[in-house]
């Protein structure tokens, strides 16, 4: 009869148990189905604000929401994005948006802010590839509102000077005042001189926003240097 004893005590434990798994998930579940709920609102609310092109203030929530489903292209796509408008270090973005931009049903627009990540590190022939699959695959009125042209001749222009850089060798240093940092360079191996730009040469957008310019005057006449906003901006 032993062994019917110990049958019947493992059944009652069993059930026991089963019914406290019962009880566990009962319990359990409202707070499952409110925590889906909260991410489902954080959501969006993040793409509310970077459909508003607020992406400074959809950063945060995209991080929250990217660290809870990091497999999520989609959200990848507009972490990256976002990273771009926040902070100095432009180079954490590469990663989720190349990686958001390995799905063929991502939206061509993340080719865009691909392009601008790898620009915006200097890493001109990886941001051209990415400018010219985005205009590969965008219709025509992403490319309107996201257009790449003048930014890829930004890149070609990057690479051509990238590829003349020299070493410089400091021969002599001095503090001064930075409106004053050019009456110190030394012109004699070139000639001239450089001045603070006068009125007569400033635009109206130059008075506007109080652009302070230099000129360079060559001794002996010819080209004059100096940077102005001009006409349109």
């Known amino acids: 009869m032993k062994p019917c004893g110990l049958a019947r005590g493992t059944s009652a434990h069993s059930l ?16 499952l189905a409110l925590a889906q709920g909260g991410d489902v609102q954080l959501r ?7 459909t508003e092109q607020r992406f400074a203030e959809a950063m945060p929530l995209y991080s929250q929401l990217v660290s809870l ?15 771009l408008f926040v902070g100095e270090d432009k180079e954490k973005a590469i990663g989720h948006l190349k990686f958001a931009s390995e799905s063929p049903s991502i939206a061509p627009a993340a ?3 691909l392009g601008r990540a790898y620009h915006l590190n200097y890493r001109f022939a990886e941001a051209l ?6 205009r590969g695959v965008a219709d025509k009125k992403t490319l309107v509102e996201l257009p790449a042209e003048a930014f890829e001749q930004q890149c070609r222009n990057g690479q051509k000077l990238l590829s ?8 002599s240093k001095v503090e001064v005042a930075d409106s004053e940092f050019f009456r110190f360079y030394d012109l004699s191996d070139i000639g001239g001189r450089i001045v603070v ?13 109080k652009l302070r310019s230099l000129v360079y ?3 002996k006449g010819g080209t004059i240097f100096f940077s102005s906003y001009g006409k349109d901006g």
């Open 217 to 219: 005057l060559p001794d």
């Open 129 to 134: 590839v990415a400018y010219q699959r985005y």
């Open 197 to 209: 730009t006068p009125d007569e040469l400033k635009s109206s957008l130059d008075k506007k926003n």
């Open 16 to 31: 026991m148990m089963t019914r406290l798994a019962g009880i566990f998930l009962a319990l359990l579940f409202p707070f």
């Open 111 to 113: 080719l865009f802010w």
């Open 164 to 171: 003349k850089l020299k070493d410089i060798t400091v021969r």
């Open 69 to 83: 489903s990091p497999s999520d292209r989609d959200l990848n796509y507009r972490f990256g994005t976002s990273l």
């Open 44 to 50: 969006a609310k993040a793409d509310a604000l970077f």
